[in-house]
């Protein structure tokens, strides 16, 4: 799935920005800081930046017509996570649009 050309993909993206109080999102309990989201046929994902005692982290839900499974990337590792990313679809078939 391709970020840049979601629309083009038949991908729908969508961003949830919360309020800010000085400067710092302001949010409930468990609540995340900031939220993605995208949709690809029968898949939804969310992508949820969050915040607890150790730290941030970025928790990745992947919804299948109600199945829903997680992966939790601590905040220090998301740059490695991002590039093996990148080097996936480099060796993947996807054209690339630019």
């Not at 995208?38 to 005692?53: M, Q, V, Y």
């Not at 982290?57 to 829903?68: A, L």
């Amino acid at each position: 799935m391709q970020r840049e050309s979601a629309e083009r993909t038949g991908t729908k993206r969508e961003k949830m920005d919360y309020e800010e109080d000085n400067g710092r999102p302001r949010r409930q309990d468990n609540q995340p800081i900031h939220t993605e989201k995208l949709e690809s046929d029968r898949k939804k994902f969310f992508l949820d930046l969050k915040e607890n005692d150790r730290g941030q982290f970025v928790k990745i839900t992947e919804d299948v017509r109600g199945r829903r499974d997680t992966i939790m990337v601590p905040i220090e590792v998301l740059d490695d996570f991002i590039d093996a990313l990148h080097d996936i679809r480099d060796a993947s078939d996807l054209e690339d649009d630019e």
